[in-house]
């Protein structure tokens, strides 16, 4: 079966600080992937996905990049944190109209 | 663009009664559509979803949406709530934006809280 893992589960960075989140999917080959942030309070904003290794579409102009270096692993990061990068941040893969499968999250407090 | 709206921001119910979640979209054609739950700091489970024939779509933990192209509507319904399914519950709509590749757009969420 399909799993998908996200870590760290909590972080708390400072400002000006970098960043790098990671995203992997185990028993499945070439999934779309996705970044999303859930602000507090707020629905889901989709950030970056990606439908194959190198190739990465941003959805919003933000502080934040993704990279995918291999087929099944999605990273976030960031050169220097601000403090509106606070959320909660996942991760997501999919088949077509299957819907998303999401990982567990991650709370990043900028401080 | 598509687009979701859930206008209730935060619904209450006593356990045991019956629940209606309400979920509209904008989009041109017949879209893909989805419930998702999520309980507190974790991530999204899907419930269930629509992609088309039969309008009435049946999903997990007792759970059951209606599709209504005519009031362009995706509402969440369950007989009787359990303490349980206290949770952020999201309607999303999907669209296929290239081959194999959907993207969904989320509603803002609705919080059921449930009441002994």
């Known amino acids: 079966s399909q799993t998908i893992h996200q870590w760290p589960a909590t972080l708390v960075q400072p400002v000006g600080s970098p960043l790098s989140l990671e995203c992997t999917v185990e028993?499945?080959?070439?999934?779309?992937l996705y970044w999303y942030r859930q602000a507090a309070g707020r629905g889901l904003q989709l950030l970056f996905y990606?439908?194959?290794?190198?190739?990465i579409s941003s959805e919003v102009p933000q502080n934040l990049s993704a990279s995918r270096p291999q087929d099944r692993q999605f990273i976030l990061s960031s050169k220097k944190l601000l403090l509106s990068d606070s959320g909660f941040y996942l991760c997501?893969?999919?088949?077509?109209?299957?819907?998303?499968?999401f990982g567990s999250g991650t709370r990043l407090t900028v401080v | 663009a598509q687009s979701v709206t859930q206008p209730d921001i935060h619904i209450t119910v006593s356990e045991g009664a019956s629940l209606e979640l309400r979920c509209n979209y904008s989009?041109?054609?017949?879209?893909?559509l989805f419930w998702y739950v999520q309980s507190p700091g974790q991530g999204l489970q899907l419930l269930l979803k629509?992609?088309?024939?039969?309008?009435l779509v049946q999903g997990i933990k007792g759970f059951e949406a209606e599709f209504k192209r005519s009031q362009s509507s995706f509402n969440l319904r369950k007989p009787s709530v359990h303490w349980s399914d206290a949770a952020e519950y999201f309607c999303?709509?999907?669209?296929?934006?290239?081959?194999?590749?959907?993207?969904?757009?989320f509603g803002t969420g609705t919080r059921l809280t449930i009441i002994p």
């Open positions: 028993g499945t080959s070439n999934p779309n």
């Open positions: 997501a893969w999919d088949r077509t109209g299957h819907g998303y499968t």
């Open positions: 999303a709509v999907g669209v296929e934006v290239s081959f194999g590749n959907e993207k969904l757009t």
């Open positions: 990606s439908v194959g290794i190198g190739q």
């Open positions: 629509y992609f088309s024939g039969d309008t």
């Open positions: 989009y041109g054609a017949t879209p893909y």
